[in-house]
């Protein structure tokens, strides 16, 4: 049935527990606890299945990188998995235990080490070689090559903390700092560029326009780049803390590391550039005697300096590291150590086991090999004594051997916890021995038990209810705090995009600068290039300067409107001479207008210069209708330009100007636009960032209201919690009060009970568990009350002569003043003195007869002190055909005188009962009541001042209640049993 084995589903959530919180800065803080019962064997979340002991309960925690920045294990003896590794790293791990233990064979790892830092790998490209020289510009030098990335910084150790009072087997605590990894080597520096190679003539230098050194300057190569910087290496943590309270033996059963990490060494200098090449041209003299040409090599630039190494890493404070090792004093730190969570759990669990192991076995019967669970019991409660926080204790009585499994005495209150809950144990109440006269008597409490157990489901489904909410606002908190975190951490990570994204546009500007200059020298070179054409032509164009700007317009064609209009506010800016320049009607001519309306001009060159007749005519005219020109297309550039500077007669590398003046424009036009795009996503970062700010306002302005209704549900869950604890704790010591009866009964022992204890969490037993424990109860009832039906308990006395079975008592009773007798249901029906048909024999009262024994001083009022005592073990048969063994405290019956007779007799104090007096004067509790068999082992003990040397018998006379096999015995039969049972007159 499955009220044997309760099923534990919902109870892992009683086991651990976790707590959020954000502080101020968005920084979140979690922790989870775990709380084991007893014996519990603690498994990391990449384990296998556990197939150890039952009495050990798994328990699966979360590690590795899942786990919470703190993780605490509360527990009584805690088992960890001998060859298994608890991953913590860099995070704080608390074990807060009675013992910790190494389950199985092996060492057990705790790794809280910090890791090692990283160097970003990404690679970093030689810096920009120099531009080349040309005729009139001289080469550039190349650039310096990048910095080398810095190594990583490593992360520091964890934390580790332990409180035990026992430690078996080896650990590993491994709390090592990480390493800074190593800086990476800095970048090539840059090229120079190289001299130009032409074949320009420079005649009469030395004494027109350039001297040599000029020409030599103008024409070599330039240095290359210096090599870039080694990154510096990353700095090394330093190793985690540990804290631990321990017994001073213990200490070297664990193998600590605490080294810090080394730091990262510095990165390598980048090589340096290569000097450009060396350039050329020509030079002369002409003179009246003699003239010469010859070609001018210049030098080669030189390579550039190599860059400098990094900075090594730094090596950590050692002095932030803590260790810390006391020796452990129970009465000092237990009381502190535990939760109340903890303490609430243990104090259930005890109570609860209480009544299950007052069920199952007699608490009250001293033994030299006490049941294992009643010697765990006594254990814990001993321990709890001291975890709990200090209140004084309650005197203890000296009877009481707790580790002996006596617990008939034993009387403790359970401190009080924070929580102001009170758990008292009061073990001096037996609820076990009391007398069924009838099973009625069982029957009407036990029926009401059912009411109750249906009556507490609904508190049982309202702590469920209250308890489903309470995690399900508990995730909504943690989902809540981590988008918290992760909004503070998003904005900071888009302020820090902001200001690497305003870096890149200020340095867009200044190549947008650069390239202008570019441009603008470009254009003064085409201008001059055309001014000493237009000398040529002169009188060809009617109009001076079209050519120039004619040129220049097609030199900015492109596609794109927005390039075309950034083009055109560049060239603008250029200095342009437009002096003399007039329209047909003799009007100035607007630059920008000109700029703008020769952007468009598309077609043939004849249709080009049908169109230029056109525009030159139409601009004094004051209308702009009918201008409009197609755009010249990129494949009929050359064309344009070949027709152009045939009609000017210009020489050709004016080509080669306009050529690279459309190069730089281009350049040009893209780096605007990479600067559009870097303004645009500076914009959408800025405003993600202030919507970020804003979600962090509405996080911070709402929680106020859920915060109380949070603290509101925590209320409501320990009411019912505490409730439905109250409540089952009721139903199960009833039960268990119910269980002891039916044993007592039917001698059915309540094993399924007993399983109940096998559970790590006292939630695991459920109302449903209980109404199930109460049917197999019902059923062991009716069961018997159907048997007690056929055939009621009847009295039968008999009376059994020991010295015709066993003539040695006589002679005992003369030497020793003593003998012992086992008295078994077999000898006494072999022996005639009960039938075999009698079962569930108990014993109302006995009578021992010595007969010849005398008082030395005969009187009415004479008492003699004798003694018949049992030992702690009754054969019970029932009308099933079972047998059992009961054990019970042995049975003292005191002798009295019989005056009338002068008769040294036994009897009991109430003869309509089996209480018995007990000899101890000292003593005046009666006796529990208790249902036993005459069947056992009997000691008769005779006091000096009895004259045994006539005896010559010993009888003894049991009245007895049993049932018969064979139906009702008439009266007659039962008349004939007393006169056979009645003892002899001799």
Partial sequence: MSSRIPAPDGTVDDLHYSIVKNSDDGKLSHSTHYIAYRDAIILPAASGAYEGPQHILPILITDGDGAAPCTTIYGENLYFKAGATYNFKSKILKIVAKSINVFGEGVVTF???????????????????????????????????????????????????????????????????????????????????????TNRSYINTNNTNYTLEELQARYRGSKGGRGG???????????????????????????????????GAAGEEGDAGKGGGAGECVIGRNGLKSSWRRRMYANAGDNGDAGSRGSAGNAPDSSQKQTILTDFVAQVHFPTAFPPDFLQLICDRLRFEYHILSAVMDLNTPSTDPDARLVKFGETLAWLLLACPAIPAPPVDP???????ILSDLRSNVRQSILNLKYCINLRTDIWGRRLDSVDSLFFPFYGIKEKLHSARHVEEEYLASKKLNGEINKDRYEKANTFASLVQNEKTLKDKITEAGLRCQELVEKITRAKTVVEDKTRDIATQLRKAEKKIEGHVEWNGWGALLA?????VAPEAGIVAGAITVLEGADLDFNGITTGGGDKVQKSYVLRKMTHVQGGVAEIRDKMKDLFKGMGEGSGEGLEMITVEKDKFTELCDEYLEAIGADGPLRMLFQDLQTQSDVLNNIILSYNTEVVQLHKLTSDRAQAKLQQQVLQIVPSQEDEDYRRLHLLRYFYSSTYTKHKMALVKE????????????????????????????????????????????TAVEDY???????????????????TVYPFVVDNLKKNRSFIVDLLPKAAASAHWISSIWRDVRLQGLQVFLEGAKHKHPSDHAQISLRVRSLNAFVVHDTMGRKYVVNCPEVILPFAYLAKDRTAACKP?????????????????????????????????????????EVDGVTMVFTTQARSTQGKVDSFNLALARMMAAPSKE
């Avoid at 990283?118 to 030098?141: F, H, L, V």
């Fill in 552 to 556: 220049l317009g097609t030199v900015v």
């Fill in 735 to 778: 039960i268990a009060s119910a269980a002891a009866g039916v044993r007592a009964l039917t001698f059915i022992n309540p094993d399924y009970l007993a399983s109940w204890m096998d559970f790590g969490c006292f939630g695991a037993v459920t109302v449903d568990c209980l109404i199930e424990a109460w049917e197999v109860l019902r």
């Fill in 229 to 263: 910087t080694g990154g510096n290496g990353g700095n090394g943590a330093v190793g985690g803390n540990f804290i631990a309270i321990l017994p001073n033996h213990c200490r070297t059963l664990l193998n600590v590391s605490q080294d810090d990490g080394s730091a």
């Fill in 785 to 803: 009350q159907r048997v007690e039906s056929m055939n009621k308990t009847q009295e039968v006395p008999f009376t059994a002569r020991i010295d």
């Fill in 399 to 405: 009877n009481v051997n707790v580790e002996g499994g």
């Fill in 111 to 197: 790794d809280l080490h910090g890791d090692d830092g990283e160097t970003s790998t990404e690679d970093i490209k030689p810096a920009a070689s120099g531009r080349d020289g040309t005729e009139d510009t001289p080469s550039e030098n190349g650039s310096d090559g990048t910095k080398g990335h810095d190594g990583g910084n490593g992360v520091a150790g964890g934390s580790f903390s332990l409180l035990a009072s026992s430690v078996i087997g080896a650990f590993i605590v491994n709390l090592k700092g990480g390493n800074g990894s190593a800086g990476r080597k800095g970048g090539t520096g840059g090229n120079g560029g190289h001299g130009c190679k």
């Fill in 909 to 949: 104090v109430n003869p309509n009962s089996a209480q018995f007096q007990l000899d101890d004067p000292k003593n005046t509790e009666p006796m529990r009541r208790c249902l036993i068999s005459p069947y056992t082992t009997w000691i008769v003990e005779v006091d000096g001042d009895v004259d045994l040397s």
